[in-house]
């Protein structure tokens, strides 16, 4: 059996605009475990937001960020089509952090 959490990285830091607004640009990434260890088992496109990221992230992405849901969800729906079946959604802490698993 293999398992897997979609998590979140920053990729890069940077600043946009005219007044140099802070800018993080992250994905979403499967990071799984199975009996050959560690692996990624799929990633999100890479999405540019603010840097006050932290604040926002439980109750105000998914109106504030319409692309970064749809990046997660994209990575979702592939997962399901390589085989990965949802693990009951609410034992998660975030809204993110859904968790699959699979036989290999």
């Known amino acids: 059996m293999e398992y897997c959490t979609i998590i979140w990285t920053t990729l890069r ?3 946009r605009g005219l007044f140099k ?3 993080l640009t992250i994905c979403f990434w499967a990071q799984a475990k199975g009996e050959q260890g560690e692996f990624n ?3 999100s ?7 006050d990221w932290d604040q ?5 992405a998914q109106q ?3 692309h970064l849901v749809a990046a997660w969800d994209e990575l979702c729906q592939r997962l399901i ?3 990965w079946d949802l693990v009951t959604k609410e034992e998660m802490d975030n809204w993110w952090t859904y968790a699959f698993r699979r036989h290999p």
């Open 21 to 23: 607004k802070p800018m």
């Open 41 to 43: 088992a799929g990633q």
């Open 81 to 83: 089509a390589e085989g």
């Open 64 to 66: 504030r960020y319409p």
């Open 56 to 60: 926002y992230m439980m109750f105000a």
């Open 45 to 51: 496109a890479e999405i540019e937001i603010e840097a």
């Open 13 to 15: 830091k940077g600043r």
